[in-house]
């Protein structure tokens, strides 16, 4: 894993953090892309007050929101591969779910598949929302400032577009 650090390389200068994430967006495809600067978009009017946390990682590329820069305080991420986008609830595995909305059987983490980012606007999934907010061990400030960091990007990431499969499974 390649850290990010404050300044970047000694000698360089890393790239403002939103044109870092326009590229990390950008090696989706066009439809993936839409999504998540539309899902982002919308995370950033509910939660406007929350730090955003980015990891470019080997299997996900992921914006995480909480109120501060420690991961271990985040409360939902989007998380987007070559197939999709989710929210990640980060400590889902203990919400009431009468609607059975939440996937996934881990120990803590829950997710919902996004559609499209009007997902975000349903009135059964802003519920969650709350009672995860509500239930944080840390808490959003209300007069939290936003950021955008950038903690980590994955020299080896898996392809962020669908790859062409032939009928043995394997590329030419």
Known sequence: MVKNPPGGVAGTKSPPPEKQLGGFIA????EIATLIR???KRMREYLPQAVELMYDNYNFFVIGYGPSE????????????????????LHGAG???????LR???????NIRLE???TLDRADVRALMKLALERAKSPLHPKGVHRLI?????AKQ??????PSTSRGRLP
């Open 27 to 30: 090696k989706f495809t066009p």
């Open 38 to 40: 539309s899902a982002r």
């Open 70 to 89: 420690k991961a271990s305080e985040a409360i939902f991420s989007l998380a987007a591969h070559a197939k999709g986008v989710g929210l990640c609830f």
């Open 95 to 101: 919400l009431p779910d009468p609607k059975g909305l």
């Open 104 to 110: 996934g059987s881990g120990n803590v983490v829950r």
């Open 116 to 118: 499209s980012a009007a």
């Open 150 to 154: 950038i903690k980590s990007v994955s």
């Open 158 to 163: 898996r392809p962020r577009r669908p790859v």
